[in-house]
């Protein structure tokens, strides 16, 4: 299985920015929604939760979300799949609809803490880059004073 992505620097560069939500719930169905009539209009912030925490209720759920941005460096993309795969090993291909900086993250009557697996997520792409980061000897050799000098010190 192949997977083709349709676009280019170009296409990226003038994408429509999107209004985007990040929901706890499965919602069938794959087209354009109301969401500043029937959704962003009944958003509040809740200042007894703190600053920049949200509410708002799905389909009768109280929902309790922040405003989160996109890692540094990196850029949200919403992709759509252009025909339905006919099975598990077939080729895809994607084109983009939009691209995001920064969204609405939801949770179901709890307050977003970084203990949300989501949350978690996002803070990865700080972890790889500091593991990917080239170590110079002269950094190892710093490395290994501090080392020495913390086995001394402890009894």
Same mark, same amino acid.
Do not use: C
């Given at each position: 299985?192949?997977? +083709? ?18 929901? =706890? $719930?499965?919602? %069938?169905?794959?087209? !354009? $929604? *109301? &969401?500043?009539? #029937?959704? *962003? *209009?009944?958003?509040?912030?809740? /200042? ?13 759920? =109280? ?7 996109? =890692? ?5 993309? &919403?992709?759509? !799949? +252009? ?13 983009? /609809?939009? &691209?995001?900086? %920064?969204? +609405?993250?939801?949770?179901? %009557?709890?307050? @977003?803490? *970084?203990?949300?697996? #989501? ?5 990865? $792409?700080?972890? $790889?880059?500091?593991?990917?980061? @080239?170590? +110079? ?19």
């Amino acid at each position: 299985m192949s997977i +083709t992505l349709d676009f280019n620097g170009k296409n990226l560069a003038k994408s429509k920015q999107l209004d985007l939500h990040y929901l =706890p $719930a499965k919602i %069938d169905g794959d087209g !354009e $929604a *109301n &969401v500043e009539q #029937y959704f *962003n *209009n009944y958003t509040r912030e809740a /200042t007894e939760f703190g600053s920049g925490i949200l509410t708002n209720a799905l389909r009768g759920y =109280p929902l309790v979300g922040e405003q989160l941005k996109v =890692p540094e460096g990196y850029r949200g993309l &919403v992709l759509q !799949e +252009t025909e339905k795969p006919i099975s598990e090993s077939s080729d895809r291909q994607l084109r983009l /609809t939009g &691209v995001f900086g %920064d969204f +609405t993250y939801w949770n179901y %009557d709890k307050v @977003p803490s *970084n203990g949300d697996a #989501y949350r978690q997520a996002l803070l990865l $792409a700080d972890v $790889a880059q500091a593991l990917s980061q @080239p170590i +110079t000897e002269h950094d190892l050799e710093a490395e290994i004073a501090r080392n020495k000098e913390n086995a001394k010190e402890s009894p």
